[in-house]
């Protein structure tokens, strides 16, 4: 009897054992896969801006005056989609195969649309934003962790922190500067809206993603803007690969400037909206949606001469879907180039909403190369069904020349 109590006894313990032997070499197996993943070489990144909260689209989807709350999330439930899409036979990074994880979604402004009379607050267009942004995104990164969302301001969100020519109401409301900065720089005291200041309260920063640069800056490479941006890349080596996201394309607007003449005001009559720290600087006082910004330029070409390390530039500012070359005014830089449209003020796809895009950034590091493919979310308007369409697509290098 003993005997058999004790055999009994034996088998237990072995089965135990054996179970945990077992468990033990799933976990160990579950972490090795993880790790795999983990150690993927391709970063994935979600890049749209120009959300526009406040403002109607004409027509979306069989209704009319359609507000960007609900033009916004329906893209979100589209970009929700693209990690189980097939990706398009381009040659690019995972040409044909499965999307798979994306570890960052980017927005590069115009958060809320400026508060003219009758355009809601930007308290209200944020709260908007951080619903549709924060809550129905349902990405996960290569980590297993949910996308992080990377933010910069647009001019329209600085104007409603700093004031306009044009009446708004309230007259400023700097929400959304103020929740981005304390989102994207952390600082132990969070600011508040009376807290705020413009002129010291730039929301720039920046990452290091597996021996690549990713650089957030506020609205374009000014003069003041590059101080700090030196004294960032001082923190890289020389041969690391820097890719600029912000809001206005490489060329400006004038009109963005800081009116050059005493006492500097913004004005209906001369255009300007203050929104740099840099004076304009042409022959001409007057700004234009147009005007010449080449002066300015060369300060930003001199620059990425400094720095040929910088390999790509993503913006929004004047929208739609766009793969190009900077040259400067002076035809002596090459710089690799993205536009992305808007959801809400497309320059084509405002009118043809089968337009509507945003884009999707995939990075080699391993390779150092960057395949950007565009996202045609609205093809079938009136299909609840409907699939992401991959439209143009481009791979560059970011490799450093070492001459």
Known sequence: MYYLDFMRRAEISRFIINFLIIGFVTILCSQKSYGQTEKSSVINMVFTSDAHYGISRAKFRGDTNVISHKVNAAMISQINTIPNLILPADGGINSGKVAGNVDYVIQTGDITNRMEIPIQSA????????ADYMHLIDLKGHNGRPAKLLLVPGNHDISNAIGYAKPMKPLTDPTSMVKVYNMMLKPAKPLTNGSYDYATDKINYSYNVKGIHLMFITLWPDSAERIWMQKDLDTVAGNTPVIIFTHDQPTCESKHFTNPVPPYNMTAENKFENLTAEHYKEA????????????????????????????AYFHGNS??????????????????????DSPMKGKYSAKEE??????????????????????????????????????????????????
């Not at 308290?123 to 951080?130: H, K, P, Y």
């Not at 001409?284 to 390390?309: C, M, S, W, Y």
Request: with cysteine; net charge neutral.
């Open 284 to 311: 001409t006082i007057a700004a234009k949606d147009d005007g010449a910004t080449d002066i300015e330029q060369r300060g930003f070409v001199k620059f990425l001469k400094a720095h040929p390390n910088i390999k």
């Open 123 to 130: 308290a209200i267009s944020w709260g908007q934003f951080e």
């Open 319 to 340: 929208n739609w879907n766009e793969f190009y070359v900077y040259r400067g005014p002076d035809k002596d830089v090459n710089l690799n180039v993205f536009r992305v």
């Open 354 to 403: 089968t337009l509507l895009s945003f884009q999707l950034i995939s990075l080699d590091p391993e390779t150092q190369t960057l395949t950007v493919r565009e996202c045609l979310w609205n093809t079938q308007p009136l299909d609840a069904t409907q699939k992401v369409v991959f439209g143009k697509s481009t791979t560059v290098s970011l490799k450093v020349s070492r001459e």
